[in-house]
């Protein structure tokens, strides 16, 4: 069974104080690894698709990672604006396969 | 080019009632997934549509049904309406093919069960 768990549950931080969220996943031959934006009463707006370990995507102030077990988003200088729920899933390569997702990341940039 | 449309955005409904909400994928997506989001569960895979035939069934009873209409427009239904059925329900779209790679969310309907 394919399995996502993020961490941490929620993180503080300040304006321009850089940090890392973490997705550690296992899943039986991974087809694409995906990081998600939620911002309040919203459906998650896609921000990254990884697909091979070493792969590494940037968008603005984020950074996405991946290892075979993990990926990581890095958020250089962070904005109050970067603030929301931060969802990694995966899709495994079989079929018609669909996403498993974790629990989220809820950020929170104080000015 | 249009997103992926859910209606209706807010509903609250009595136990024991029925409901049911609608998705609009975006236009050529064949695939329409539903998802559950909850503050303990986050998201949860309800049930995936493709071509109106039911591709692939997540874990919950059988209260939860949907389908999907040949012009992809999907619905899915929930009878027998229970309190821990309060939840933001989400429809993702993607071409749907094999290896097919990704998926668009709406901005889902909150249901309130009182």
């Known amino acids: 069974e394919d399995q996502v768990t993020q961490s941490p549950e929620a993180l503080r931080l300040q304006e321009g104080e850089s940090s890392s969220l973490n997705c550690s996943y296992t899943v039986s031959g991974l087809r694409g690894l995906f990081w998600y934006r939620q911002d309040p009463g919203k459906g998650p707006e896609f921000l990254f698709t990884l697909y091979s370990a070493g792969e590494e995507k940037e968008k603005e102030r984020l950074k996405a990672t991946l290892t075979k077990k993990e990926s990581f988003l890095h958020i250089t200088a962070p904005k109050p604006e970067d603030s929301a729920t931060y969802l990694c899933?995966?899709?495994?390569?079989?079929?018609?396969?669909?996403?498993?997702f974790g629990k989220g990341t809820m950020l929170l940039v104080s000015p | 080019k249009a997103g992926v449309t859910q209606t209706p955005r807010y509903l609250i409904k009595t136990r024991g009632q029925q409901v049911t909400l609608s998705c609009s994928p975006i236009s050529g997506h064949r695939s329409v997934s539903w998802y559950q989001q909850t503050p303990g569960q986050g998201l949860q895979f309800l049930f995936e549509?493709?071509?109106?035939?039911?591709?692939n069934k997540g874990n919950f009873p059988g209260r939860f049904s949907g389908r999907q209409f040949s012009n992809s427009r999907s619905e899915m239904n929930v009878s027998t309406l229970e309190l821990g059925d309060s939840a933001l329900y989400l429809c993702?779209?993607?071409?749907?093919?094999?290896?097919?790679?990704?998926?668009?969310f709406g901005s889902g309907t909150r249901l309130t069960v009182v």
């Open positions: 899933a995966v899709q495994a390569n079989s079929g018609y396969s669909t996403l498993t």
């Open positions: 993702a779209s993607s071409l749907g093919g094999q290896g097919s790679l990704g998926y668009t």
């Open positions: 549509y493709f071509s109106e035939t039911q591709r």
